[in-house]
């Protein structure tokens, strides 16, 4: 019996990467396009191990974020690394 996986669970606009990426191509926008941020691989991996573990879904940001102060992600691959975040006030 095989177990059904949920690629894509969006919390918010910020979260559809896909959605953002392919909205940025379409606008044949090169400066849009540049601006999109994809967060690393493991930014997902461990979002959606703490979603099995606790039920809680966290933002990408937020999860990227946390990887970053804990040292997991070098500053180079977070967006916007020294911006205040609401939810860290």
Not at 32 to 59: C, E, M, W
């Amino acid at each position: 019996m095989s177990k059904q996986v949920k690629l894509c669970i969006n919390t918010n606009n910020t979260d559809d990467v896909l959605g953002n990426f392919y909205r940025a191509l379409a606008s044949n926008n090169s400066n849009a396009l540049k601006n999109i941020h994809i967060p690393r691989s493991d930014v997902f991996y461990v979002r959606q191990a703490i979603y099995n573990d606790t039920g809680t879904l966290y933002s990408l940001d937020h999860v990227e974020r946390a990887m970053y102060l804990e040292g997991y992600l070098d500053k180079k691959d977070v967006l916007d690394p020294d911006r205040k975040r609401p939810y860290a006030d």
